[in-house]
Nanobody, 127 residues
Framework: QVQLVESGGGLVQAGDSLRLSCVASGRTFSRYALGWFHQAPGKEREFVSAISANGGKTVYADSVKGRFTISRANALNTVYLQMNSLKPEDTAVYYC????????????????????WGQGTQVTVSS
């Protein structure tokens, strides 16, 4: 069982930056691939970014490529999402998610692939 707790959300202006953090419980954090998703009001939850268990592979949604960076610190059981050049359309609740992977380089984009989810943190970007 893995418990995930996100933090770092807030209200910012367009062009500002935020760094989201997600801390996981458990002693096998390094075996989990991790992902970030977001859900805007009235919309489906969407993939944002993911990172493999060993941190060697990352993937991004086209809408955030070049602006967001995902990273992880296995010694701290933490995954980060650095968000730069924020836009009003980035406004959403951001969730981190985890899934145990057999391969250190496996990466998951699909919401249905993830077994564990955090409670979410609100990001609001004003124009």
């Amino acid at each position: 069982q893995v418990q995930l707790v996100e933090s770092g959300g807030g209200l910012v202006q367009a062009g500002d930056s935020l760094r989201l953090s997600c801390v996981a419980s458990g002693r096998t954090f390094s075996r989990y691939a991790l992902g970030w998703f977001h859900q805007a009001p009235g919309k489906e939850r969407e993939f944002v970014s993911a990172i493999s268990a060993n941190g060697g592979k990352t993937v991004y949604a086209d809408s955030v490529k070049g602006r967001f960076t995902i990273s992880r610190a296995n010694a701290l059981n933490t995954v980060y999402l650095q968000m730069n050049s924020l836009k009003p359309e980035d406004t959403a609740v951001y969730y981190c998610a985890a899934v145990s992977q057999a391969s250190d380089y496996a990466i998951s984009r699909g919401e249905y692939e993830y077994a564990y989810w955090g409670q979410g943190t609100q990001v609001t970007v004003s124009s």
